[in-house]
């Protein structure tokens, strides 16, 4: 089976393309790089040509609001219907559990006209929200600087380790469409600020970190429920101290 893989060389689409590679698929690993550009339509027509499934898990090359927003609709619409021309089968989204409730964040809203592009289309779908990814967490208290501390929200998070988010991506793309939205998170719900502490102090950084119940995470103010998957969510096994441990032992 074609399978194409829109944002094929970042963190979860090169391992995707090469677990369903190793699964026997004609997989296309579709990037900028690799001449195929959704924002523009660039080469999306030749590379979806025989395609049966499209899974996107390109993102913004930028966090600022508008721009995001601007990005997702774009691509989206440009994407779609190139699947449609093509006879694409199943199209597959990466999306972001919080999408539809954090309404103060232009980036997380960003993706809602992406779901509802997808949504209303006559291609059969799914759409997978995943919380927040263990290997993000280190930019997102990074990016939380100021006046040389890192502050960062208290409210729960749910993070999970890219491979098992590109399981069950690998998993839903060799499937039948769901029509409907899929939510994957970590097993655990730890506050922002304690993972943060924890992967920094681990990386050796000295910054200290202040819980701040004001800081903005991709511009909303969030509580315990803003980034926490449902009751129906599929939780994977791999808790946040097992990845920290190798993770340390890879670096």
Not at 69 to 82: E, H, I, K, V, Y
Request: overall charge negative; glycine content about 12%; aromatic content about 6%.
């Amino acid at each position: 089976m074609k399978i194409v893989v829109i944002g094929g060389s970042g963190l979860i689409g090169s391992r995707l393309v090469n677990v369903l590679r190793d699964c026997g698929h004609d997989v296309v690993a579709a990037s900028p790089n690799t001449g195929v550009n959704t924002l523009t339509g660039e080469g999306l027509g030749e590379a979806l040509k025989g395609a049966e499934v499209v899974v996107d898990v390109s993102n913004s090359p930028t966090l600022d609001g508008k721009a995001a927003m601007d990005f997702f609709a774009t691509s989206g619409r440009n994407l779609l219907a190139a699947e449609k021309a093509g006879g694409v089968k199943h199209h597959v989204a990466l999306s972001i559990v919080g999408t539809q409730g954090v309404t103060d964040s232009g980036y997380l809203q960003g993706k809602a006209p992406q779901e509802n592009f997808i949504k209303a289309s006559p291609i059969p779908y799914t759409i997978v929200e995943s919380t927040q990814f263990f290997e993000f967490i280190e930019r997102i208290a990074k990016g939380s600087e100021v006046e040389g501390a890192y502050r960062l929200s208290p409210a729960l998070m749910q993070p999970i380790a890219a491979v098992d988010v590109v399981a069950v991506l690998a998993e839903v793309a060799q499937g039948k469409p769901a029509n409907g939205v899929v939510e994957i998170g970590g097993p655990e719900a730890i506050p922002l600020d304690e993972l943060a502490r924890e992967v920094m102090s681990a990386r050796g950084d000295p910054h200290p970190i202040i819980a701040d119940t004001q800081a903005r995470y991709f511009g909303a103010v969030l509580n315990d429920k803003s980034l926490i998957p449902g009751p129906n969510a599929r939780l994977s096994n791999k808790q946040f101290g097992e990845w920290l441990r190798q993770s340390i032992t890879a670096d």
